[in-house]
């Protein structure tokens, strides 16, 4: 049965931020790191890019145990095997979605009020993303930051797995952690690390704090 696994961090895949290096190379680092959420997200590539990329991360993270989430295009969550796909509030409905993966795939949702997050566990999506906490640049129709008053709300009110994202940095992730998030996202601050493993170990240390 689908479930989202226990994780301190849910890292994606930005190959424009990755220092000239690829995705699959970027998600090996991740892994050997011990990241055990990692997903696709590339906005700008043909499906057919996407496709192959995908191919091959789903064998590295399917080898390593880790859990693969496709951002957006749920025919190619489907075509790869991964475990599960990530939508936002303008794309397919949860239910629809639901109907087309099965009840073996997590679905994932962005939220960024009290009420949608409400109405997320209400449909039954498997967690959700909180945020933009901070300001961030890596997506083009980012919200306005919703800051620690939503996250404060989801982490005392909703049931489901949180994932807080948007703007975290090695420098600012103990403010999200000692709000009560369990699961951090981070995109350009590890994928555009010259050393991805110790750029996590440094993360990792400042939230066990």
Same mark, same amino acid.
Do not use: W
């Given at each position: 049965?689908?479930?989202?696994?226990?994780?301190?961090?849910?890292?994606? !895949?930005?190959?424009?931020?990755?220092?000239?290096? =690829?995705?699959?190379?970027?998600?090996?680092?991740?892994? %050997? %790191?011990? $990241?055990?959420?990692?997903?696709?997200? /590339?906005?700008?590539?043909?499906?057919? *890019?996407?496709?192959?990329?995908?191919?091959?991360?789903?064998?590295? =993270?399917?080898?390593?145990?880790? =859990?693969?989430?496709?951002?957006?295009?749920?025919?190619?969550? #489907?075509?790869?095997?991964?475990?599960?796909?990530?939508?936002? @509030?303008?794309?397919?409905?949860?239910?629809? $979605?639901?109907?087309?993966? &099965?009840?073996?795939?997590?679905?994932?949702?962005? !939220?960024?009020?009290?009420? @949608?997050?409400?109405?997320?566990?209400?449909? &039954?999506?498997?967690?959700?993303? +909180?945020?933009? $906490?901070?300001?961030? =640049?890596?997506?083009?129709?980012?919200?306005?930051?919703? &800051?620690?008053?939503?996250?404060?709300?989801?982490?005392?009110?909703?049931?489901?797995? +949180? #994932? %807080?994202?948007?703007?975290?940095? *090695?420098?600012?992730?103990? *403010?999200?952690?000692?709000?009560?998030?369990?699961?951090?996202?981070? +995109?350009?601050?590890?994928? &555009?690390? /010259?050393?991805?493993? @110790?750029?996590? %170990?440094?993360?990792?240390?400042?939230?066990?704090?």
């Amino acid at each position: 049965m689908r479930k989202f696994p226990h994780a301190d961090l849910y890292c994606l !895949t930005a190959e424009s931020y990755s220092l000239g290096r =690829t995705n699959a190379e970027v998600v090996g680092e991740m892994i %050997a %790191a011990g $990241i055990q959420v990692i997903q696709y997200r /590339e906005k700008d590539k043909s499906m057919r *890019e996407k496709f192959q990329e995908c191919q091959k991360i789903r064998q590295m =993270t399917k080898a390593a145990g880790v =859990t693969f989430i496709v951002n957006d295009d749920v025919d190619l969550a #489907v075509m790869t095997g991964a475990d599960g796909i990530h939508v936002g @509030q303008d794309d397919l409905p949860v239910p629809d $979605i639901r109907r087309l993966v &099965g009840e073996k795939m997590i679905i994932g949702l962005s !939220t960024h009020s009290p009420e @949608q997050a409400r109405e997320a566990e209400r449909i &039954g999506v498997d967690y959700i993303g +909180v945020g933009p $906490i901070f300001r961030t =640049t890596t997506k083009k129709d980012v919200c306005d930051p919703v &800051g620690f008053q939503y996250l404060e709300y989801v982490v005392e009110n909703i049931k489901i797995p +949180v #994932v %807080a994202i948007g703007g975290i940095k *090695e420098s600012n992730v103990r *403010e999200i952690s000692g709000r009560g998030a369990k699961c951090i996202a981070m +995109v350009t601050e590890i994928v &555009g690390a /010259e050393d991805i493993k @110790q750029k996590i %170990a440094n993360i990792r240390s400042r939230i066990r704090k």
